[in-house]
């Protein structure tokens, strides 16, 4: 269809657009490899290729160029499934690799027996960041729904970390009224009301809340928090690690059909695996996040994370029911979201 | 703008300038690509939903919402043009003064910023801790992350169409219309709003309409500053975007499809007045 045609091609500008972004490597490469991810991983993938491309170029004594196209998950699946040509995904949800693997059928539906771990090399969670002093006295997900707190969190429906942030504030609303989900539901309700700007991605909240002022609380991800304070100066922010949270796994997988159809599937593989290994853990663990072997990283970096007790997705039956039943049309999001007036 | 047959329907004699054909065929071909072929495909998509979904997707409370927004602030924006542009136009034409040239350029910015930039810098401006923002929290005014915040974002995207649909039409107004008006005992009041603004009004509409329609479609520069609240600041553009989120592909084209309706609808209303208006007060009908 001629409307597919101009979204495949729209896809390709696009692509074209963050090749001369993302690529910083010598003109005429060996291997080209498109890893596209989601928005807080540009850091962890810019040292994390540099450090690739150089062992794949001491092991094979080939040049790999690797392309890193980042922005919201979603969108991210979505220009895959338009035709963008990745050769692997590294994305904040297991839903959006579902999605192109059922879209496209580029990507296997068992893409999660793959790699180890299913598939997840290093994980993250979901942390409070405040302002110098904590003024607020926020400690817990409870204090957040006190009456004078405004809590900033990007819109579930646009942003796989707000959905990550939604489910962590329902685990522990659970949990903390003994399993009872009426009674969660009712919490995240009124800390929705609590939310002056819904953004449309985590980095977006991340600029509401550090540049524009806004708010007491910023739900992070666990490594976007860290940065903000790495890169603001710690005399402005402070993380506030609540007692429970959630655990994020932001996994990754080889697009099948597009690296048989470039020959790049080695390299793809080699590429992934790296990430499990220790330099990969280790670089992951730098970057604040929590990697699956963290023996293998530097202890100083681990000793950042303070522990906390977790939640997982599996709790909530996996993102194949947690999805359309919270964040899906007409679901949980949609039916307790009553603008503060 | 001339070249009008005179009010009839019908098609043009067979003319002595060549080329009518051809050029109708390759006007056809290229609407047909760029424009109808891509609508067509909306309205293919969002029938795969067929009437009773389409309509419960048209019907429910946030599309209609979103969509009031979305077509509410867009008005007002475009009317806010609408006044200033012809201001803005008329200083353009009529006098003369060091950094006009600048100022005639800096017009058209608008159209060349990214608006997603503009939405960033806006933003920036009008939040509570930014420039203008602090001085007007005080005053309990909050202008970033409402649907103000909107407007004003509107307003600067649309600010050019108005001015450069009017600035030429006005440049064509001899000034021994207002001579004669005054001669004839006008006031300056009378001047204005009895000579010189109906002769402008198929301009101001073109302007008003173009103005109006970019901001009903603008999506980058709202999305910063609109703060995305459902049912308070969600504009119909990020609801498409919400129903792609959640590949919901038919509900998304179904949103597009409506907003489609409606700004064609109005783009027509407004066409009809304007053509109306040119007959009975226009310059150059």
Do not use: C
Not at chain 1, 164 to 186: M, P, S, Y
Not at chain 1, 299 to 307: E, G, T
Not at chain 2, 79 to 84: D, K, R, T
Not at chain 2, 176 to 194: K, M, P, S, Y
């Amino acid at each position: 269809m001629q409307t597919q045609r101009f979204t495949r091609l729209l896809a390709a500008a696009v692509m074209a657009g963050s090749f001369a972004i993302g690529s910083i490597a010598p003109a005429f490469a060996d291997q080209t490899l498109l890893n596209v991810s989601y928005d807080p991983t540009r850091e962890l993938y810019k040292d994390f290729n540099a450090a690739f491309a150089a062992k794949w170029q001491k092991d094979s004594g080939e040049t790999v160029t690797i392309q890193a196209s980042h922005g919201g998950s979603g969108a991210q699946a979505r220009s895959v499934i338009d035709g963008l040509d990745a050769d692997v995904v590294t994305l904040a949800l297991e839903g959006d690799i579902d999605a192109i693997a059922k879209a496209t059928g580029k990507i296997p539906a068992d893409w999660k027996t793959k790699f180890p771990n299913n598939s997840t090399p290093y994980t993250s969670t979901i942390v409070f960041l405040v302002r110098k002093g904590n003024p607020k006295g926020i400690k817990d997900w409870g204090d957040l729904v006190k009456d004078d707190v405004q809590v900033i969190t990007p819109n579930p429906k646009t942003s796989g970390g707000a959905r990550w942030n939604f489910l962590a504030a329902w685990a522990w609303a659970k949990q903390a009224n003994g399993g009872d989900e009426a009674k969660a539901q009712d919490y995240v309700g009124k800390l929705l009301q609590h939310v002056p700007v819904l953004d449309t991605g985590a980095r977006g909240a991340t600029t509401t809340f550090v540049q524009r002022g806004l708010g007491d609380v910023l739900l992070a991800w666990e490594n976007e928090a860290y940065l903000s304070l790495e890169e603001l100066g710690p005399d402005q922010f402070e993380i506030v690690t609540p007692s429970f949270s959630i655990r994020a796994d932001p996994p990754i997988a080889i697009v099948d059909g597009n690296v048989d159809k470039k020959g790049t599937r080695k390299v793809a593989e080699a590429y992934l695996n790296y990430l499990y290994s220790d330099e990969g853990q280790k670089i992951a663990a730098k970057h604040y996040y929590r990697p699956i072997k963290p023996e293998a990283a530097d202890p100083a970096d681990i000793a950042r994370f303070p522990k906390l007790t977790l939640a997982t997705i599996d709790d909530f039956g996996g993102w194949k029911s947690a999805q359309p039943k919270f964040f899906g049309d007409g679901g949980v999001f949609d039916q307790i979201y009553k603008p503060a007036q | 703008m001339k070249a009008h047959s005179p009010t009839r329907w019908r098609f043009k004699r067979p003319s002595v300038i060549p080329g009518f054909g051809m050029a109708l065929g390759l006007t056809l071909t290229w609407l047909t690509l760029l424009i109808l072929i891509p609508l067509s495909g909306l309205a293919v998509r969002s029938s795969a939903l067929g009437w009773e979904k389409f309509w419960s997707i048209a019907l429910d409370q946030r599309t209609l919402n979103a969509l009031r927004i979305s077509f509410g602030t867009a008005f007002i924006a475009a009317i806010v043009n609408a006044v200033f542009g012809i201001i803005l136009a008329w200083v353009l034409v009529r006098y003369r003064f060091p950094g006009k040239r600048v100022i005639d350029a800096m017009v058209d910015l608008p159209f060349a910023l990214p608006t997603a930039v503009a939405g960033i810098a806006l933003a920036t401006l009008y939040a509570p801790n930014g420039w203008i923002g602090q001085f007007l929290t005080p005053l309990g005014i909050k202008i970033a992350f409402t649907p103000a915040g909107i407007v004003v974002a509107l307003i600067f995207v649309g600010l050019p169409f108005v001015v450069r649909t009017v600035q030429p039409i006005m440049e064509e107004i001899d000034k021994e219309v207002e001579e004669a008006a005054a001669t004839l005992g006008a006031n300056r009041f009378q001047t204005i709003f009895r000579v010189l603004l109906p002769g402008l009004a198929p301009a101001v509409l073109t302007g008003f309409a173009l103005a109006f329609a970019r901001g009903v479609g603008e999506y980058g520069s709202v999305i910063f500053i609109a703060g995305n609240l459902p049912f308070k600041s969600e504009i119909a553009p990020l609801l498409i975007v919400i129903k792609l989120e959640e590949y919901n592909y038919a509900a998304a084209t179904a949103i597009a499809a409506i907003m489609l309706i409606l700004s064609f609808t109005m783009l027509l209303v407004i066409n009809l007045i304007q053509s109306w208006s040119r007959r009975r007060y226009g310059y150059g009908a």
